[in-house]
């Protein structure tokens, strides 16, 4: 199954902060909307009937000469019309919507309740307020933008300064929380590459629940640090202290053995125990790797200049030109030899007894994949992910020889503390397929 690869935890904290924000300043500005469209109407209406009773004053108290140049300097200054109102006038009433409601039933509650208002007359768009003089009947016409809401540039200033404010302190306080389980992650990645003296959190944080954690993780790693230290040291031990006898035996067995051919079984048998043990010897080490360039090419060459010679192994090498790897040139040589001296232990061909090993490199993105793949029986698929597990050995079926099972555990280890991936899989026409990624030292 492909593995999902979705929003980081610092994006995803991010966004529902986000997300929350934008709710709640959407919801407020629907609010504040409507808490204010209703007073800032009503005031408007006020206004706008006061400036009708102001007309009606004002017309009641001038000749028709001075009345024309009244409505003149009303049109001009404060954009109000004042024109006869003629009863086969063409009215359009107001829009039936909340605002509206508003403003026609506070002119209605200080003119009268008889009061027509209109948004249309004779086609002429506009807010019409209808009054009477004595048996004279008018119309004010006023624009109908007097309740429209105000320019908002400097709101919008404000509402984008704290918007961006507002975005910036989401990012601080989705790191603040997750720049733990970063640190977390972190450690125990350093674990993982077997690292302890750099996966130590902090004891001293403030938070309760976090130092807890911080403290039950060093306590952790301590104890795993000391069962590798004890397994470390228990492995180099023995392999040691058989490393005495066995010299002894195969010795004695020189002197004292007549027999040649027994002599010489015994003494194949006692380097394969010696070979086991420098496997031992080997996974018990201590990976001390130092990065650096290594040019892969060469030094591929020089791993297979010792194993060409071998009559039951045939390689086949393709490698592209110039490869580049990050990785330590000595523990890189370990791996590829004994990489191809499995294949050549394991892979060998049921008919004719021999082992044809493909070796090949290419450049991938920012890594080089280095595949090592022979024709033998390969791996049942249900044993795959134990290969790289200590002291397991697959089926014997796939071949007689004789081992620790430490090889393949060896070798991921390696590649793991040179920050590469080991894969194993099987070839569709038969056989064990090594993928190996490493960083590319010439990328970007």
Not at 23 to 38: D, H, I, P, Q, Y
Not at 189 to 218: C, H, P, W, Y
Not at 228 to 248: F, K, N, Q, W, Y
Request: charged fraction near 25%; glycine fraction near 6%.
């Amino acid at each position: 199954m492909a593995t999902r690869h979705g929003l980081s935890l610092f994006w995803r904290t991010f966004v529902l902060l986000v997300l929350l924000l934008l709710g709640s300043v959407f919801a407020w500005t629907r609010t504040l909307n409507e808490l204010e469209s209703e007073p800032r109407a009503i005031q408007t209406a006020r206004q706008i009937a006061s400036l009708v009773n102001l007309s009606r004053a004002a017309v009641m108290h001038t000749d028709s000469i001075t009345q024309v140049s009244l409505f003149k300097t009303m049109k001009d200054q404060e954009h109000v019309v004042i024109m006869p109102r003629e009863p086969n006038d063409q009215v359009q009433a107001l829009k039936n919507d909340e605002l509206n409601g508003y403003i026609e039933t506070e002119l209605k509650l200080r003119l009268g309740p008889n009061t027509p208002v209109a948004e249309r007359v004779n086609g002429v768009d506009g807010l019409w307020i209808g009054f009477d003089i004595n048996k004279d009947h008018f119309w004010l016409q006023t624009d109908l933008s007097r309740f429209d809401k105000p320019e908002a540039k400097t709101w919008l200033v404000w509402l984008t300064t704290a918007a961006v404010l507002s975005l910036l302190g989401a990012a601080w306080i989705a790191g603040l929380i997750n720049r733990p389980l970063k640190d977390l992650s972190f450690a125990a990645k350093r674990v993982r590459d077997g690292d302890f003296e750099a996966s130590q959190l902090d004891e001293s944080v403030s938070t309760s629940e976090i130092r807890a954690v911080n403290i039950g993780f060093n306590s952790m790693t301590q104890k795993l640090a000391k069962i590798e230290e004890e397994r470390a040291v228990m492995l180099a031990g023995i392999s040691h202290d058989l490393r005495t006898p066995l010299a002894r035996l195969r010795l004695e067995t020189e002197l004292s053995v007549n027999d040649g051919t027994a002599r010489e079984n015994m003494v194949n048998d006692i380097a394969q125990l010696d070979a086991i043990i420098n496997k031992f010897l080997d996974y018990a080490r201590p990976s001390q790797i130092k990065f650096s360039p290594v040019a892969l090419n060469p030094l591929m060459e020089q791993c297979l200049s010792n194993l060409r010679s071998r009559p039951e192994l045939e390689l086949n090498v393709a490698l592209e030109p110039n490869l580049m790897v990050q990785a330590d040139a000595v523990e890189l040589q370990r791996v590829i030899t004994n990489l191809i001296e499995n294949a050549a232990r394991y892979g060998k061909s049921v008919d004719t007894g021999m082992a044809q090993v493909e070796v090949s490199a290419r450049r991938m993105d920012s890594t080089v994949l280095l595949r090592i793949r022979d024709h033998g029986l390969g791996v049942p698929a249900d044993q795959l992910k134990q290969l790289t597990t200590p002291f397991f050995r697959g089926e014997a079926a796939r071949t007689a020889a004789n081992g620790t099972g430490l090889g393949l555990s060896i070798v991921q280890k390696i590649v793991s503390h040179m920050g590469g991936t080991l894969e194993l899989s099987n070839a569709s026409s038969g056989g064990l397929c090594v993928n190996i990624r490493l960083q590319r030292a010439d990328a970007g």
